[in-house]
């Protein structure tokens, strides 16, 4: 990366979209110190990335990779992954908000539907839109 400026203020939420190889994911990467940068700096509210705790730094960030990691349970099983004591009233809002919740419903079993290893039941875009719910059900 060269030449990149982001500022993103306090309670904004922030998509990274671009083209593949543009460097999402080593923006992504460098600031949740999956790897350090070689040069320039990565702030968080001012303060070097490299001088804050790892796991706080990671529980307050939410990422949604292009293939989202499901697991062989139920999509409610797979949602509680972002947050195990998620009521079911929050779980469907979240749900509601990754546009989620309707093709869920319409499983054979709603959220006690199992999915398979790696979600194989679902699209890819029903993968990604319960990767996004448990994301959102985390709160970061």
Same mark, same amino acid.
């Given at each position: 990366?060269?030449?990149?400026?982001?500022?993103v203020?306090?309670g &904004?939420?922030?998509?990274?979209v671009g083209?593949? +190889?543009?460097?999402?994911?080593? #923006?992504?990467g460098l600031l @949740? =110190?999956f790897?350090? &940068?070689?040069?320039?700096k990565?702030?968080?509210? +001012?303060?070097?990335v490299?001088? #804050?705790?790892?796991?706080? @730094? =990671?529980?307050i960030?939410?990422?949604?990779?292009?293939?989202?990691a499901l697991?062989?349970?139920?999509?409610?099983?797979?949602?509680?992954?972002g947050r195990?004591?998620?009521?079911?009233?929050?779980m469907?809002?979240?749900?509601?908000?990754?546009?989620?919740?309707?093709?869920?419903m319409?499983?054979?079993?709603?959220y006690k539907?199992?999915?398979?290893?790696?979600?194989?039941?679902?699209?890819?875009?029903?993968?990604?839109?319960?990767?996004?719910?448990?994301?959102?059900?985390?709160?970061p």
């Amino acid at each position: 990366l060269k030449g990149i400026t982001l500022e993103v203020e306090s309670g &904004q939420h922030v998509a990274l979209v671009g083209h593949s +190889g543009c460097g999402k994911s080593t #923006l992504v990467g460098l600031l @949740l =110190r999956f790897y350090e &940068q070689q040069s320039g700096k990565v702030l968080l509210d +001012g303060t070097p990335v490299g001088d #804050l705790n790892v796991e706080h @730094l =990671r529980n307050i960030v939410g990422v949604v990779s292009q293939e989202p990691a499901l697991f062989a349970d139920t999509v409610e099983n797979n949602i509680r992954l972002g947050r195990a004591d998620i009521s079911q009233e929050e779980m469907e809002k979240c749900c509601t908000m990754a546009n989620a919740h309707d093709f869920i419903m319409n499983l054979s079993q709603g959220y006690k539907t199992r999915i398979g290893e790696g979600g194989v039941q679902l699209s890819g875009g029903q993968k990604q839109r319960v990767a996004i719910a448990r994301a959102l059900a985390r709160n970061p």
